[in-house]
């Protein structure tokens, strides 16, 4: 689009050459045919000095052809016989924009703009304005030149934009929408969707699904669980937690080709640590050699305790018990703040089994018991802490005990074969045939197959010293992080932070307005998030202006992210 429109000239009588000349430029200039139009000029001022105009419309000619430099010597020519014009001044700004001559440029625009009221002329000083960093001079530059020429929708774009350098999210959603009404197609479509989405996924509290699907997991109401993520990502179909939660269903019920699938989503969405940990338990799942990978990745983004025991447990399969035992000492070894204390005690019991199986020290079992008791203090009903103490009994040869756990957790969960096998091995321990025969025989009447028919021979022939209760090493629970709501948000900021500004300015908007900051407890931690809080809040309005420049090709600041990164890890495993 010409910023600049032709002066045009008044009608000029007479006959001699000269004017004939000036008849003919201005022929080729409604032609559009440029250089003809300035030979004419040219030819006619070898013959008479010239008119202002026709100075005028040869530095339109040449500023149409590019060449700024005679384009401004021929306005110059111009302004020396009417040096107030503010047409000339307006043809005379431009020309020295395009020669980067910004100051000056500014100051013709601007004194143009005192008789001039035209759409063209707002727009290049709003944009002279912007490389200056006058951004309230740019924002009633471009607003005007819209309110000039209604078929604007740049200056309107633009608006919205430097709206968003000023952090006034409502103004800039309110223009893009205005705009969209004009130009339904126009690139802030997306813009104007994502924060749509943003906003509503917020307003529906869907971290309450969140919360809920997780509560349901440990319940073991899996089915249930899965369709509260569903709904999540219904709303927000790149909630990578969401996501996440998905892929550990789908392992709990080892679906793992379902489960690759919803882990690489998430890691299309944004990449944490938890997120190629999962991965790599995946992979171990399947014995993929891919998974140490995957725990390095995860390790490298933030080191944590599940790719520390992935990488234990992938290793003690593989029979490399040096590096098996290494990484128990990993778990054993890292200090965790922001953790649930049962779920790290589950960490510590596995490895504390594995530092016993990789060594051959019994202490480790010692160990290990006394966190299963710790556990079963607060949950008593629950079946798989009861197998780990028998099992850890059972090691420490202690059979009449192993074999009251073994009881209770049958009791808890009468339909464990399992358990039903183990109570057989520790019977024969004890030296209670009896009890053996009789819980071979219940177990055969369970089983009523060949496998129960095995055991029972076994039996019969005193072969049954050849069975092992096998290490909970062999088949460990899903591990997975249990996110709370102040580590969700934070969460979802640090994403943002990384994707689309847009997002994580909105997040800030939520968490400084909500009371989610009266749940951290931790002074030091909540003097750490305010003050990123507040550096988010100065910078961020500069990367949603340059996010709007180009959203395909946006890098996001990267002082900015590792700053973000190192304050938010002290919130848990959120990156």
């Known amino acids: 689009?010409?910023?600049?429109?032709?002066?045009?000239?008044?009608?000029?009588?007479?006959?001699?050459?000269?004017?004939?000349?000036?008849?003919?430029?201005?022929?080729?200039?409604?032609?559009?045919?440029h250089e003809k139009a300035i030979e004419c000029y040219l030819q006619a001022f070898k013959e008479n000095k010239g008119r202002d105009v026709d100075w005028a419309n040869l530095s339109y000619a040449y500023y149409q052809l590019g060449d700024y430099k005679n384009a401004l010597e021929a306005i110059?020519?111009?302004?020396?016989?009417?040096?107030?014009?503010?047409?000339?001044?307006?043809?005379?700004?431009?020309?020295?924009?395009?020669?980067?001559?910004?100051?000056?440029?500014?100051?013709c625009l601007i004194k143009a703009s005192e008789k001039i009221k035209k759409g063209d002329l707002y727009e290049i000083l709003g944009e002279i304005s912007l490389k200056y960093k006058k951004y309230k001079k740019a924002l009633d530059c471009y607003l005007k030149a819209y309110r000039l020429n209604?078929?604007?929708?740049?200056?309107?774009?633009?608006?919205?934009?430097?709206y968003l350098l000023f952090g006034?999210?409502?103004?800039?959603?309110?223009?893009?929408k205005k705009l969209l009404k004009e130009e339904p197609e126009h690139s802030c479509k997306e813009i104007v969707e994502f924060m749509d989405k943003i906003v509503e996924s917020i307003e529906k509290n869907v971290y309450g699904d969140i919360y809920n699907g997780i509560k349901l997991l440990e319940s073991k109401d899996y089915v249930n669980a899965l369709k509260f993520f569903n709904k999540v990502i219904q709303i927000d179909e790149?909630?990578?937690?969401?996501?996440?939660?998905?892929?550990?269903?789908?392992?709990?019920?080892?679906?793992?080709?379902?489960?690759?699938?919803?882990?690489?989503?998430?890691?299309?969405?944004?990449?944490?640590?938890?997120?190629?940990?999962k991965i790599g338990d995946i992979l171990t799942k399947i014995g993929h050699s891919k998974a140490v990978e995957m725990y390095n990745k995860s390790i490298e983004i933030y080191p944590n305790p599940y790719a520390y025991f992935g990488l234990a447990i992938y290793y003690y399969r593989n029979g490399n018990i040096k590096?098996?035992?290494?990484?128990?000492?990993?778990?054993?070894?890292?200090?965790?703040?922001?953790?649930?204390?049962?779920?790290?005690d589950i960490f510590i019991i596995y490895s504390l089994i594995g530092k016993a199986e990789t060594t051959g020290i019994e202490k480790y079992y010692e160990g290990a018991?006394?966190?299963?008791?710790?556990?079963?203090?607060?949950?008593?009903?629950?079946?798989?802490?009861?197998?780990?103490?028998?099992?850890l009994l059972y090691k420490l040869k202690n059979y009449k005990e192993a074999n009251e756990c073994f009881t209770n957790a049958l009791r808890l969960n009468p339909n464990d074969i399992d358990i039903m096998k183990y109570s057989i091995i520790v019977y024969e321990k004890a030296g209670k045939y009896d009890d053996v025969i009789s819980a071979t025989t219940k177990l055969k009447n369970v089983l009523k197959n060949d496998e129960a028919d095995e055991i029972f021979k076994k039996l019969m022939n005193n072969e049954i010293k050849d069975l092992e209760i096998p290490?909970?090493?062999?088949?460990?629970?899903?591990?997975?992080?249990k996110i709370d709501h102040v580590q969700y948000y934070l969460a979802n900021l640090y994403k943002y932070v990384n994707v689309n500004p847009i997002g994580a300015f909105i997040y800030l908007h939520f968490i400084e307005n909500s009371d989610i900051l009266e749940y951290i407890n931790d002074e030091e931690k909540l003097k750490t998030i305010n003050e990123l809080l507040k550096e988010l809040k100065r910078k961020l309005p500069a990367e949603m202006y340059k996010y709007c420049e180009s959203p395909e090709n946006y890098k996001p600041n990267k002082e900015l992210v590792e700053l973000c990164k190192k304050e938010l890890m002290k919130f848990g495993y959120i990156v």
């Open 323 to 344: 590096k098996a035992s290494n990484f128990f000492d990993k778990v054993l070894e890292i200090y965790v703040d922001d953790f649930l204390k049962n779920e790290m």
């Open 150 to 162: 209604k078929n604007n929708t740049n200056a309107l774009f633009v608006a919205g934009k430097i």
């Open 238 to 277: 790149d909630n990578d937690i969401a996501h996440y939660y998905k892929s550990v269903v789908s392992e709990i019920f080892e679906d793992y080709q379902k489960a690759l699938e919803s882990i690489y989503k998430v890691t299309s969405i944004f990449e944490r640590s938890i997120h190629y940990s």
């Open 369 to 391: 018991l006394q966190h299963v008791n710790k556990l079963l203090e607060k949950d008593i009903r629950n079946s798989e802490l009861w197998k780990i103490k028998g099992y």
């Open 471 to 481: 290490s909970p090493l062999q088949n460990p629970p899903v591990m997975y992080y």
């Open 76 to 107: 110059n020519k111009a302004l020396s016989f009417s040096p107030e014009n503010p047409e000339f001044l307006y043809l005379k700004g431009p020309i020295l924009y395009k020669l980067e001559n910004f100051d000056e440029a500014y100051k």
């Open 168 to 176: 006034n999210l409502d103004r800039a959603y309110e223009l893009f």
């Open 1 to 33: 689009m010409d910023l600049i429109k032709k002066l045009l000239n008044k009608l000029i009588s007479g006959d001699s050459s000269y004017y004939n000349l000036i008849s003919e430029a201005e022929r080729y200039l409604n032609e559009k045919d």
